[in-house]
């Protein structure tokens, strides 16, 4: 199974910026798309960027040219560069990875969430 640390979260003003980060460890044959979602108080979670394998990312309208996703495949990990922050953007960001398990299955897991508070 995949474990998922993220980090990078916390308060910044509008306007500024914050990373994040989100680091896959355990037992994997493969990981294939990365991404990152986020749910505010009382509403859904939604997608907010994801990566593919091979590169491809898509982001959801609301951040699209102030945020930007990667990934590094030596260490697992996925970053979200957060630029242009609004107040809008206040949720919890949680790492979604998707990945074929050494059994063939094809999984995914969630990382724990990291609450980033954008004040205006």
């Known amino acids: 199974q995949v474990q998922l640390v993220e980090s990078g979260g916390g308060l910044v003003q509008a306007g500024g910026s914050l990373r994040l980060s989100c680091a896959a460890s355990?037992?994997?044959?493969?990981?294939?798309?990365m991404g990152w979602y986020r749910q505010a108080p009382g509403q859904q979670r939604e997608l907010v960027a994801v990566?593919?394998?091979?590169?491809?990312?898509n982001y959801v309208d609301s951040v699209k040219g102030r945020f930007t996703i990667s990934r590094d495949n030596a260490k697992n990990t996925v970053y979200l560069q957060m630029n242009s922050l609004k107040p809008t953007d206040t949720a919890v960001y949680y790492c979604?990875?998707?990945?074929?398990?050494?059994?063939?299955?094809?999984?995914?897991?969630w990382g724990q969430g990291t609450l980033v508070t954008v004040s205006s």
């Open positions: 990566i593919t394998g091979g590169g491809s990312t």
């Open positions: 979604n990875v998707a990945y074929v398990a050494r059994t063939l299955r094809a999984l995914d897991a």
């Open positions: 355990g037992s994997f044959a493969i990981i294939n798309a």
